[in-house]
């Protein structure tokens, strides 16, 4: 038969056996020998305890034969106790605290200690760690996240120092409940604010190993797996700072629910490389008035993490009032985040750095953002300071709350950090908030954003300060109502290139000279012209009904009555187009474009203002009576910010007859 433990022996001794069985807590034990064979174990005692397996049936009566097994390993030399030889009761009224701290002390370093199915009460300090000054990594070990309980009440609040549970670096703690005690309230500063139910917070160090003996720490990582956790303050706390040059393990958080009012993972110092796979972050254990409290704004955060080097979230789903927050510590050096197919959902906002610059980032990949219901106070879902985000192929869903927006940046004044955003989706529907808003340095690619017919005042994308990229972004199409899709409000160095938003407006500072704006698909709002944003400049386009004509070879003014006021002392140009007409044979005429900042003419009034532009003329002797012959006349006219000038036309025969013009219209608009 072979061994279907996890890993290998150390050490296989001469006639050792390889043996099989199909008892989880068989394999559990099994490792434990593997993990604490020595060079100085007998060959003797492992045969020994081999042997002991073949009497542990796979069938019949499972709790008989795990009962008989860990009978024997008890009086072996393998690590492995049970709480309930130590006097555990498991009967919820007695305290159990003391039990398990002599069944820790007695299996000693690498040792694992076994919590049957039961509730304990746990009134004190479970010290994983050996004690004070020991700090072994133990392993504490239950039958299931639903069978093996602890329950704490309040009495523990000024006994617990540290934890529940104090560990050292490489314990680990599998397949138990944590049940705390709480009052049915809805104010967040009334909770029970017990300590962390695990705190780990001291390395252990072998110190026979060869490395150690070099001056090199090397050590495993802790494993914490299959836990829930019920209406703790913490859940659990990594801290602390390694010794000299530490070679570590990666600590692992996997399948672990945790309904905690205060943090959940607080990671920082010891957790350097963690992964973290399965965690639900959620109300378990909570009255629908704690509840209220849990999922405030920046309350209960999932994770909270500093100066972690190699951190990885998957499959992770988080619902309360901060998902996660992750700053860079006193060194301000990292974070270094990755969280793929995650969910934050709800209320679940994400603080990303602590305002001041720090070399971390965080990197989301196909995780989702939601937002909680009306009824909830909410915070913007995505807060970024001073650190490099990364975002590709997520989707952030925001239909609840007008005014809050989906992600906010914030950015450092040297610039050096940037907020990436690859392939997401934004589905914002009704609400008038903006998509991303900020100063950061910002790169939109790819994206699609949702937002239902309607008029909004926040742009979608709201650039503030910092250069952007915003490039092959779709909008669906604004059929009703008015929106701008992007607003620019500074000349920077910004690219704006072939981004699809019909029916939506992009706004550009008044005058640029940085901005690069490439086959944009706006279908209103601004436009650039030799570098400057021609939106919002007065401009009038108009037509005329047809003017009297005249009989004067001395000229009259025609009476358009067009009028422009400047914005800038700048310039304004002016294009007026039409036919001209005579009632006789060969009789000609001329047309002239004149401006003033005066009165306006009436027609047939004495000609008044500057000419500018040329003359437009219809020669005598070529045309016969009622004959049209077009015309136009441009010009550029030196205006001052604010003093309206007005444009028109004066009209002369040459000969003798009435000379007329017709269908006029004209343009008038100011130049950069």
Not at 104 to 122: E, F, L, W
Not at 217 to 244: C, K, M, P, Q
Not at 492 to 505: F, I, L, Q, R, T
Request: contains cysteine; aromatic residues 10%; hydrophobic residues 35%.
């Amino acid at each position: 038969m072979r061994y279907c433990g996890r890993g290998v022996p150390r050490k296989i001794p001469a006639g050792g056996y390889w043996f099989t069985t199909m008892s989880r807590i068989a394999l559990t034990c099994l490792t434990a020998l593997t993990d604490s064979w020595t060079t100085t174990s007998t060959a003797a005692q492992y045969n020994g305890l081999v042997a002991s397996l073949r009497d542990v049936p796979v069938s019949g009566s499972r709790p008989g034969a795990v009962a008989t097994f860990v009978k024997k390993l008890n009086h072996s030399s393998v690590p492995w106790v049970s709480v309930m030889a130590y006097g555990a009761k498991a009967d919820d009224s007695h305290d159990d605290t003391a039990a398990f701290n002599k069944a820790i002390a007695d299996a000693g370093p690498n040792g694992i200690v076994y919590v049957p199915a039961g509730t304990y009460k746990i009134l004190g300090q479970i010290e994983l760690n050996g004690g004070s000054g020991v700090n072994w990594p133990a392993r504490l070990i239950g039958t299931g996240a639903k069978l093996s309980v602890l329950h704490i009440t309040s009495a523990s609040l000024g006994v617990q120092t540290a934890g529940t549970i104090q560990a050292a670096r490489g314990a680990s703690v599998s397949d138990l409940r944590f049940v705390y005690d709480q009052p049915d309230v809805s104010t967040y500063g009334t909770f029970n604010q017990y300590k962390p139910v695990i705190y780990v917070n001291k390395l252990f160090v072998d110190s026979t190993h060869s490395l150690e003996r070099r001056g090199t720490y090397f050590h495993r990582g802790g494993r914490y797996e299959r836990l829930r956790i019920e209406a703790a303050w913490d859940g659990i706390t990594v801290s602390g700072n390694f010794v000299a040059r530490p070679f570590f393990g990666q600590e692992v958080f996997d399948d672990i629910e945790m309904g905690t009012l205060n943090r959940g993972l607080d990671l920082d110092g010891l957790s350097d490389s963690c992964y973290i796979n399965r965690l639900r972050v959620y109300p378990y254990g909570l009255t629908a008035s704690q509840q209220v409290a849990q999922q405030l704004p920046g309350h209960s955060v999932g994770i909270y993490s500093g100066r972690t080097d190699d951190m990885r979230v998957s499959n992770s789903f988080f619902l309360n009032g901060r998902g996660v927050d992750l700053h860079a510590g006193a060194d301000k050096n990292g974070p270094h985040a990755n969280f793929i197919n995650c969910s934050f959902d709800g209320f679940a906002h994400i603080q990303i750095g602590d305002g001041a610059p720090a070399t971390g980032y965080a990197q989301f990949t196909n995780c989702h953002f939601g937002n909680g219901p009306p009824a909830y106070p909410q915070d913007t879902q995505v807060t970024t300071s001073y650190m490099n985000v990364y975002f590709t192929a997520c989707f952030f869903i925001h239909v609840q709350h007008t005014g809050i927006n989906c992600i906010e940046t914030h950015a450092d004044p040297t610039g050096a950090h940037a907020v990436y955003l690859d392939n997401c989706e934004f589905t914002m529907n009704t609400h008038d908030a903006s998509a991303i808003t900020g100063d950061a340095t910002l790169s939109i690619k790819g994206c699609h954003f949702y937002r239902s017919a309607g008029t909004y005042t926040n742009p979608t994308v709201d650039v503030t300060g910092g250069l952007a990229t915003i490039v092959d972004n779709q909008a669906a199409p604004l059929t009703r109502g008015s929106g701008v899709f992007l607003a620019l409000p500074t000349d920077d160095y910004h690219m704006v290139a072939n981004n699809v938003v019909p029916g939506w407006s992009i706004i550009y500072p008044a005058t640029t000279t940085k901005i690069k704006s490439l086959s944009n698909s706006a279908s209103s709002g601004s436009y650039l012209l030799g570098g400057t944003n021609l939106a919002g400049r007065p401009t009038n386009q108009t037509s005329s009904t047809n003017p009297t004509g005249t009989t004067s070879t001395a000229g009259v003014m025609v009476g358009l009555g067009y009028t422009i006021t400047p914005t800038i002392n700048g310039k304004v140009f002016v294009t007026i187009s039409g036919s001209c007409v005579s009632d006789t044979a060969n009789v000609g005429g001329n047309v002239r474009l004149r401006w003033s900042t005066r009165t306006p003419p009436a027609n047939g009034d004495a000609v008044t203002g500057a000419q500018v532009g040329g003359i437009a003329q219809r020669q005598q002797g070529s045309w016969s009576a009622g004959a049209t012959s077009p015309f136009s006349l441009s010009g550029i006219i030196s205006t001052s910010a604010g003093t309206t000038i007005w444009v028109d036309l004066q009209q002369t025969v040459v000969g003798s007859g009435t000379f007329s013009v017709l269908n006029v219209a004209g343009s008038l608009f100011e130049l950069p």
